[in-house]
């Protein structure tokens, strides 16, 4: 089994969905990753919090036994977000994002961490990410992953730092967004034009699912079917650490492999978005998905 090394940010949000409002949750792509991650591998954790930040997700994430060695609690205020999300959960508007310690966070990673075998560039800014890639030795997988917000205020860098990944995870709208194509397909072709060391390219279509390509290999896989659905908050986090807690699990990184990632990957995320915040993380166990794995099988199999 791999060791992963995430670092990401760690967030108290406020969320609206069509389903119900709640504040001051717990949230950040560290969190939502590590939680996740953890059920499958072992989590070294990088990322920082002001002296806000609920104790119980503290424990919490100890419990899962992340190791929390890189988890800085310094003076001052969490990172927050606010976002809505329309009917078509697939849309939300960010209403607030405010750095507050992030603003001035170096991530410093205790020395047993640099020997990490998998690395995950959780959504952060994009020269965090790449502070963190100079002080790592040589991890085997790097996997990256990143948001609107810096594809919007620093896009070359967010470049610098999938030229520097072995797979990037994307939804289609930042996809989009990113190489000013009205296609996901078209899209996915650009960034590996662009950056072409890249393994694997992986594009969460929200409720329709992942496509992944090596340029040469492709696959589709359908959202878990769920009849409702809470909140989408993290859901590509989650998404994220399943897909890199089964690669870690295996330690195996063909693309063939990478696909039954993204099938622990979705049933991952399908947990997460079953209730506020991390609260659906909390009913996840690897034990107990069998029959989501049977689901999907069943579903794809014609
Ligand atoms: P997701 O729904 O997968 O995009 O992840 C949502 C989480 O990302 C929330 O818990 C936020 O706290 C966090 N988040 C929102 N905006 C940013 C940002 N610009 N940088 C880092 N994390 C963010």
Not at 52 to 63: A, H, R, V
Not at 91 to 110: A, G, S, Y
Not at 118 to 139: G, R, S, W, Y
Not at 265 to 289: M, P, R
């Amino acid at each position: 089994m791999k060791k992963i090394l995430v670092v990401g940010s760690v967030g108290i949000d406020d969320i609206e969905t069509p389903a119900g409002k709640v504040e001051k949750v717990p949230g950040g792509s560290a969190v939502y990753f590590s939680l996740a991650a953890s059920m499958f591998a072992k989590v070294n954790f990088v990322g920082v919090a002001g002296s806000d930040f609920p104790q119980e997700t503290i424990d919490l994430m100890k419990s899962r036994d992340i190791d929390l060695k890189g988890f800085e609690i310094v003076e001052g205020k969490t990172f927050r977000w606010s976002g809505r999300y329309h009917d078509d959960m697939d849309r939300r508007d960010t209403l607030l994002t405010e750095l507050n310690v992030f603003e001035t966070f170096k991530p410093k990673l205790p020395d047993e961490y640099k020997n990490s075998e998998i690395l995950f560039l959780a959504n952060i800014h994009p020269d965090l990410q790449l502070e963190v890639l100079k002080n790592v030795n040589k991890p085997e997988l790097i996997i990256s992953d990143t948001m609107n917000f810096w594809i919007n205020s620093v896009p070359e860098k967010v470049v610098e730092v999938i030229r520097k990944s072995d797979i990037f995870i994307i939804n289609d709208t930042e996809l989009l967004l990113m190489t000013g194509e009205r296609n996901f397909l078209s899209g996915a072709d650009r960034i590996l034009e662009e950056c072409p060391q890249l393994k694997a390219l992986i594009v969460k279509l929200g409720k329709f699912g992942i496509y992944a390509t090596d340029g040469n290999d492709e696959f589709f896989l359908p959202a878990f079917p769920l009849r409702q659905v809470v909140d989408p908050t993290g859901a590509g986090d989650s998404l994220a650490g399943g897909f890199t807690g089964y690669l870690a699990k295996t330690g195996i990184y063909t693309f063939q492999n990478i696909k039954t990632a993204c099938v622990y990957g979705s049933i991952t995320a399908s947990y997460s978005v079953n209730d506020f915040s991390i609260q659906g993380l909390k009913e996840f166990d690897l034990d107990d998905i069998k029959s989501e794995y049977d689901i999907f099988k069943k579903l794809t199999t014609f």
